[in-house]
């Protein structure tokens, strides 16, 4: 079955670049995502690669797709401590989501 | 604005006391979906609907069942709830009709304590 895997924490310095990485297995999702959770919170949609896709920027955030290793990152530039939260990739599965278990971002001022 | 609802927020039950919580979305979105998420673990989709159409996840417990009736409104019951019933359950919706059937837009969650 599906299934979406990504390091548990990651502490970074404000200024700082953050990397988040996440491996999946379905090689026929269209479409993988990032989703950001901050305390309290519900899951709220940061950005979206197609799956023919390398690379997508969107502002600070870059995405990068190696679909050879079904490999995806999300790069963060200039982290700010506003970033901290869990960070969640999902590949799409039929019309449903599959997420990993998150990664707590700590940025540390 | 346009949103996801959930209510309430948190929800306290006893053990065996059958609780419903609520999700209402004022997108129009006719896809609607139940995630149920614990602590440190990925989401795990409980149930969607298709329009009317349900679909039950094949590991979904029968002790969770939901209604729809109508596009703006779903509900969770949770017939029987256990201790490992205790989780943050997150109601989500998104529209058919686009590429983007995934982009889906979550509500706030409901945390339920089992005591």
């Known amino acids: 079955g599906e299934d979406v895997e990504q390091s548990l924490f990651l502490s970074v310095r404000e200024g700082d670049s953050s990397v988040i990485n996440c491996t999946y297995t379905d090689s026929s999702s269209t479409y993988l995502y990032w989703y950001k959770q901050e305390p309290g919170a519900g899951l709220q949609l940061l950005t979206y690669?197609?799956?023919?896709?390398d690379m997508k920027q969107d502002q600070r955030l870059t995405v990068l797709l190696n679909k050879k290793d079904k490999h995806l990152s999300l790069r963060i530039a200039d982290t700010q401590t506003g970033d901290s939260a869990i960070y969640f990739c999902?590949?799409?599965?039929?019309?449903?989501?599959?997420f990993g278990a998150g990664t707590i971002l700590r940025v540390k001022s | 604005d346009a949103m996801v609802i959930q209510n309430p927020r948190y929800q306290v039950t006893q053990f065996g006391k059958p609780v419903t919580l609520s999700c209402s979305q004022t997108?129009?979105?006719?896809?609607m979906y139940w995630y149920q998420q614990k602590s440190s673990q990925a989401p795990k989709l409980l149930f969607h609907?298709?329009?009317?159409?349900?679909?039950n996840e094949a590991d979904t417990p029968d002790n969770f069942q939901s209604r729809r009736p109508n596009t703006s409104f779903c509900f969770l019951d949770i017939r029987s709830p256990g201790l490992g019933d205790a989780a943050m359950y997150l109601c989500?919706?998104?529209?058919?009709?686009?590429?983007?059937?995934?982009?889906?837009?979550f509500g706030p969650g409901t945390r339920l304590t089992v005591t």
């Open positions: 997108l129009n979105h006719n896809v």
């Open positions: 999902a590949e799409s599965s039929g019309n449903k989501l599959v």
């Open positions: 989500a919706t998104s529209r058919e009709g686009t590429r983007m059937i995934h982009e889906q837009y």
């Open positions: 609907y298709y329009d009317k159409d349900f679909n």
């Open positions: 690669i197609f799956s023919n896709m």
